[in-house]
């Protein structure tokens, strides 16, 4: 059978605390109910005709007893609550170490060791937002040549760099440096390239030349499972970047959220079957880090508005999976990821309506699941819940 599977990642939409979200700092967290329970007439109509309401526990939107696909949530097993961890674990990739993160800054080993193989100084080497630091420290950078490194809660170092003081291609150089460096125990799970432009002070901005240098999942992934199958696995966002090209036949890079609906509206309405992976970064990176909480609500609703275009496009056996990576609460004073159960809503002709699947112990059992609904062989890890959801 031809199909396709279209499954959006709407970076850090979490819907609540997981268990163990205390160890992470994170109790109280539930970056939907959250926002839903600040902004006033907070509505996400699609999403909740589909069943969102209905996901166990969700608090700040109505139970549809008529909903037209498949709901529930999952738990993470993986150690960690970072982009590289959930989309791994989606894919069928659980970590029992958490990947290093560096709340104080690198070393200064790494830092020097950086600075001898690119030949010149850096300036920062901090925890930070992406866009205060080159506020910050852009205008020094651009007197300098210095590239700016920074880092997360998440296990990345980042190095920003103004497009007219040093080149994307001796940015992205840079990049490929320190991924062969930042191996073994000093280890991160992506080395990102942040280029920038601007004249000054209160108008930086960064450009959508971000390229993420991922480390290689550490087992067989969901995707590769479907290449080898002779379907395609196209991919919207940093998706490739997030599994090193493994298993991807098809990619395209993306400027923004909508930019992502039209990239992969473009996939839907292509003749090739197998899977559809977008990610949606914005909500992540540009509310969910900067505590913007209306600015989070005004995306969603933009992508509640989007999505009768979106199963429009779905073809007569093709079918709509929408979920998370982690949480990133903006109404708590944290500005990190968050450790939160993710949502998993299904549409399609084939799919049942009003179909609960519960809570689920991983994440894995959404790529074990689109494995089933692809027909294709798998040993990966997690318990399809396809059964559950076909007619």
Known sequence: MKRKVTLIVLDSVGIGELPDAKSYGDEGSNTLGNIA????????????????????????????????????????LSKGKDTITGHWEIAGVILETPLNTYPNGFPQEIIEEFENKIGRKTLGNVVASGTAIIDDLGEEHMRTGYPIIYTSADSVFQIAAHEEIISIDELYKMCEIAREMLVGDKMVGRVIARPFIGSGKGNFTRTSNRHDYAIE??????????????????????????????????????????????KTLEFMRSDKNGLIFSNLVDFDMKYGHRNDVEGYANALIEFDNRLPEIISALGENDILMITADHGCDPTTESTDHSREYIPVLVYGKNIKENANIGTRSGFSDIGKTILDLLEVENELAGESFAKLIQK
């Open 217 to 262: 999942p550490f087992s067989k992934t969901m995707l590769e499972y479907i290449s080898e199958a002779n379907q395609s696995v196209m991919a919207v966002g940093k998706i490739k970047d997030i599994y090193t090209g493994k298993g991807v036949t098809d990619s395209i890079t993306i400027k923004n959220n909508m930019d992502g609906v039209e």
């Open 37 to 76: 329970k600040a902004v006033k007439d907070f509505k996400l109509p699609n999403l909740e005709r589909i069943g969102l309401g209905n996901i166990d526990e969700m608090v700040g939107f109505p139970v549809n007893n008529n909903a037209t696909g498949a709901y529930g949530r999952c738990a993470e």
